[in-house]
């Protein structure tokens, strides 16, 4: 039987205007989760960090797949109404049994150090679509989506540090499209011991959405 998705009933339309909404590439997220469900419950995770939680569904999610007694799930967003909205999604949702903190920082900048090869699980749905480099960040709602050339502008500033934030045998799962040119990120993360590969895809809309997972050798 599948887990439920979280609700998000409780965040208002007027919360949407500065958080991301869930949408399909936030289920597309949840699903490749779940496909792997028995595997990350076999690996024990103690450590898991999600990178722009938004509405915090997909930590909810996260939490109803671990083991509550080992877990710490760590929400990270630039946005302090992202922040707010992850932890009342946790409430919301009944998370308590899971240990979890909300961080307003950009990636894991805030935790670099303490984080260093010890992330068992690491979520990244970036703002991947393409746009002109100045509206990264224009707004709290374009910090979201608004991904610069090719849309890797923001993404690209985190790719050189996963393999050294990952745990042995530590998973990273992230949303991407096809602008983004997901082969060339598999490649280049290969270089740094990451064995990649693309686990599920879906049309949505014009987006041709993909989960690229990577696991540290």
């Not at 849309?151 to 042995?168: H, Q, T, Y």
Request: with cysteine.
């Amino acid at each position: 039987m599948g887990l439920p998705t979280p609700s998000t009933a409780h965040l208002s339309q007027e919360k949407y205007e500065t958080v991301y909404e869930p949408a399909e590439d936030t289920y597309l997220l949840l699903d490749a989760l779940e496909s792997d469900r028995l595997q990350l419950q076999e690996q024990t995770p103690t450590i898991c960090v999600e990178i722009g939680s938004g509405s915090g569904c997909v930590s909810a999610f996260l939490a109803q797949v671990l083991d509550p007694h080992h877990a710490l799930i760590l929400s990270t967003d630039i946005n302090p109404a992202a922040n707010m909205a992850t932890q009342e999604t946790a409430a919301s949702n009944k998370c308590d049994g899971c240990a979890s903190d909300q961080i307003r920082t950009r990636f894991a900048q805030a935790m670099d150090v303490r984080l260093c090869g010890k992330i068992d699980v690491l979520l990244f749905n970036p703002p991947y679509v393409v746009t002109p480099t100045e509206e990264i960040d224009a707004t709290a709602e374009a910090s979201a989506w608004a991904g610069g050339r090719h849309g890797r502008e923001v993404l690209d500033i985190l790719l050189p540090n996963v393999a050294s934030m990952l745990a042995p045998r530590g998973r990273f799962y992230l949303v991407v499209i096809e602008q983004n040119k997901p082969e060339d990120i598999i490649a280049l993360l290969k270089g740094d011991g990451l064995d990649g590969e693309r686990v599920l895809s879906r049309k949505a809309g014009r987006e041709h959405l993909s989960i690229l997972r990577f696991i540290k050798a």
